[in-house]
């Protein structure tokens, strides 16, 4: 039970109030409605075999609201097999048969596609069985990655066992120097945290920093909450987020209830000032290995991934092609660029970038996962070392067990592909 008997709640609790129909506090156990589930190509087959488990004895097996269930294919696609294949046709059959909303292969990764087409709002509590699913924190909701077999019993009831987590504020301060990113802030916190310094904590982004952060620079920074450990990512919306909203949700207005009062009970306020900050890079082989990239410049690289649900949007990629410029992507190195949605790459593809881009010598991609889960395309060979805009370097996780995988932002990344090594985005 919580020990924290205020009335004040941070942005997590209240969300977690509503879901439960009472005050709670960090702490209370809660059996919760969900707002939103989502699940994907890789996940969700388990998902729905568990889900005809549980409803094995009831004459009517339908989920408990197909209007709050979205499904998208975003790992395995276009099919790159004939297992991923028939996990396709199954979770068709079962989205067809259940109402449920596909958007199949169609449209991009899922934690780009949820926010985009207006499925998350500040103040919701949503689930995916993915766990980059914090990502939509940067709206105000308080989502967060599950089991294929707790997915089950969401489709089942339309609720779930929580422990109300406690809630570490970052307080970021100052003003971004040129070249360095949302990206760089994530890293730098990760490493200096811990991979489990968060852990089963919402990690809630505050300060100057954060606020002038675009929504695109936001979701980067939740999407990465869980290389700390933590259940999510969360930002208190704003007016940033009222203009995202309203470009996808017709008439919508902000709900002033969703902020953290000032008072709120916080298990840690951690302080960082970036005014000065360097571009960071995560090192092999873990995501709280960072440095800042004066401490590996120059080191070889056989491959570039620009892409991800961290940083595969528009913005990403204008960063990434007006670094590029007119200028060849290194001899011996190869350049994949993904798009993190079709609407993503058609705005690139609008914009001249995805030509700039081809013209360099880059790959680019249809919008998918592409190398980041290691079970695609875009893989590393053995003794390879790539750099990419993704979210984790674990050893294996982009192929090969014995290649090493750094992380940075879009800007090192491009400059790095201009010379063929980690380069510092501020030189080129």
Known sequence: MSTNTSNSMTISEKIFSKAAGKDVKAG???FANIDRAMTHDITGPLALKGFYEIMKDKEDKKVWDPSKIVIIFDHQVPADSLYAASNHI???KFAKEQNILNYDVYEGICHQVMPEKGHVQPGDLVVGSDSHTCSYGALGAFSTGIGSTDMAAVFASGKLWFKVPE???FEVEGNLPDHVYSKDIILHLIGDIGIEGATYMASEYAGSAVRNLSMSERMTMCNMAIEMGA???IIEPDEVT???LKERISGYQLDPHWISDTDAKYSQVRHYDVSDLEPQIACPHNVDNVKPVSEVEGTKLDQIFIGSCTNGRFEDIEIAAKIIGDEPVAKDVRLLVIPASRTEYLKALKAGYIEQLIEAGAIVESACCGPCMGA???LLGDGEVGL???NRNFRGREGSPESFVYLS????AAASALTGEITDPRKV
């Open 242 to 244: 009222e203009n995202y």
């Open 231 to 233: 259940k999510t990512g």
């Open 409 to 412: 932002s879009p800007a090192t």
């Open 90 to 92: 199954m979770l068709r």
């Open 376 to 378: 695609s395309f875009g």
């Open 28 to 30: 209370d156990f809660v």
């Open 167 to 169: 809630t570490i504020r």
């Open 388 to 390: 990419a805009t993704s």
